[in-house]
């Protein structure tokens, strides 16, 4: 499957944002994961989806403040994005695996096979 990541921009401390992960084709009984990528660094698992029961797993920096959400018809999933903090900022990458399954709060990037480009997210008064 193939992925495409758009929705990121400028936002300011506080505010809000949506990014959304638009697959080529179905993602059922996959896990989808957005990661978050800043200069000189690896990526960092911050949202997974097990699209199979629906349950969810986020990064201890984001939790109570961010959902991901799917839209199954749009083979789409989203990250709602709140109360932003600048440590929010970077690119963001939705990747999906159907062989993968997020059991815990830490994903890695080497679990997923399918990625789709970053899109930038700045956090910035």
């Known amino acids: 499957v193939q992925l495409q990541a758009s929705g990121g921009g400028l936002v300011q401390p506080g505010g809000s944002l949506r990014l959304a992960c638009v697959a080529s084709?179905?993602?059922?009984?996959?896990?989808i994961g957005w990661f978050r990528q800043v200069p000189g660094k690896g990526r960092e698992g911050v949202a997974c989806?097990?699209?199979?029961?629906?349950?969810?797993h986020f990064a201890d920096s984001v939790k109570s403040r961010f959902i991901i959400l799917r839209h199954s018809a749009r083979n789409t999933v989203y990250l709602e994005m709140e109360d932003m903090q600048t440590e929010d900022a970077g690119a963001y990458y939705c990747?999906?695996?159907?062989?993968?399954?997020?059991?815990?709060?830490?994903?890695?990037?080497?679990?997923?096979?399918?990625w789709g480009q970053g899109t930038q997210v700045t956090v910035s008064s």
């Open positions: 989806l097990n699209t199979g029961d629906g349950k969810t």
């Open positions: 990747a999906a695996d159907p062989n993968y399954y997020c059991s815990g709060d830490h994903f890695r990037e080497e679990d997923f096979g399918s």
């Open positions: 084709g179905s993602t059922s009984g996959h896990a």
